[in-house]
């Protein structure tokens, strides 16, 4: 019952911001680079290099540490939050709107993209929809809060990876491409993290934990709804020995309808990747085709400790 229930009720609300991601045919394209390095508002055109507000790619490659308010709506193609440390604030009532139709993963054709050696935080106060998957790299953070709203459409991937993190406390996150957890890292070490904490979150493309490092889903929270395959240590080329994915559900509720696949690794067993339940409940609703795996390809364990496991048939 919960699928009819959030689907109508989210693709409503999608179609009525359709018609804003297309900007003006008419409106001069311009690019820029932020200079304002003790931080402002977006809106003054000061902060801004040549002094002009940009409306198709904005940059943040320069400086550090310092705060970016989003006063104004703003839709533009490509926007690139690569400074390290400072904090960039979309607040309540307000919308960011990023239309370019990226590439994979870490691609910086990404509308929407934090490279390393990014630390920067994206705070989501108000409302942020990219047209396609976007890059959180480096050491960067998006947070959800005051019920904030994501609205990821379309078709590429999203990838989280090396040391960076999303954390929703509130709100929607509604996520139309495949979500990748620290797929793209060359050396171990780095551990990704999606942290749910509250709010509504659906995942409508394969959610794949641990490709290529460490990825780990917190769930203590909110519900979290995937419709496609959840992969807890996805499959890795052999030379990435330290892939790991570990899913952790303290409370709240995952409903999953697909496959579950806990330890896919094709090359390596010497990580154990594992689905840890200490609360909440997670429920699996899928079709008889659908399939339940521990150690698919791989090592994986799913241990139960507290909440509940539960699988059906329809």
Same mark, same amino acid.
């Given at each position: ?63 550090s540490n310092y705060s970016v308010t989003q ?46 050696p990014s630390t920067m935080t994206l705070l ?76 509504? *979150? ?7 934990? =641990?490709? @290529?490092? $460490? &990825?780990? /889903?917190?769930?203590? !929270? +909110? ?62 609703? *899928? ?7 521990? =150690?698919? @390809?791989? $090592? &994986?364990? /799913?241990?139960?400790? !507290? +909440? ?7």
């Open positions: 019952m919960k699928r009819k229930l959030f689907g109508p009720v989210i693709r409503l609300t999608l179609g009525c911001i359709v018609g804003l991601l297309a900007p003006a045919a008419s409106a001069q394209l311009i690019s820029n680079t932020w200079l304002n390095f003790s931080g402002g508002n977006w809106s003054d055109a000061a902060n801004w290099s040549n002094s002009v507000i940009p409306n198709t790619a904005a940059f943040f490659t320069e400086g006063n104004v709506d703003v839709t533009l193609g490509t926007i690139r939050l690569w400074v390290a440390g400072g904090t960039y604030v979309v607040p309540a009532g307000r919308w960011l709107f990023v239309t370019n139709v990226g590439g994979v993963g870490g691609n910086n054709n990404n509308g929407l993209s934090f490279n390393h989501i106060n108000g409302g942020l929809v990219t047209n396609s998957g976007f890059y959180l790299g480096g050491a960067a953070q998006l947070i959800i809060t005051n019920n904030g709203l994501l609205y990821t459409r379309n078709m590429g991937q999203t990838r989280i990876d090396r040391n960076a993190s999303l954390t929703q406390y509130s709100g929607v996150w509604d996520h139309l491409p495949s979500l990748e957890v620290a797929f793209d890292g060359t050396v171990p070490g780095p551990v990704a993290y999606v942290n749910l904490f509250g709010g509504t *979150t659906l995942i409508r493309g394969s959610l794949a934990l =641990g490709a @290529r490092e $460490t &990825g780990i /889903l917190t769930i203590n !929270g +909110g519900t979290l709804t995937n419709w496609v395959d959840l992969t807890v240590g996805a499959s890795a080329p052999s030379f990435y020995a330290s892939a790991t994915g570990l899913l952790n559900l303290a409370s709240g509720t995952i409903i999953h309808i697909r496959n579950l696949l806990i330890g896919d690794f094709l090359w390596t067993n010497a990580q154990r990747s594992q689905f840890t339940i200490t609360g909440g409940e997670y429920r699996n609703i *899928t079709n008889a085709a659908a399939q339940i795996r521990v =150690g698919n @390809r791989g $090592t &994986g364990a /799913l241990h139960v400790a !507290g +909440g509940s496991f539960v699988a059906t048939n329809g």
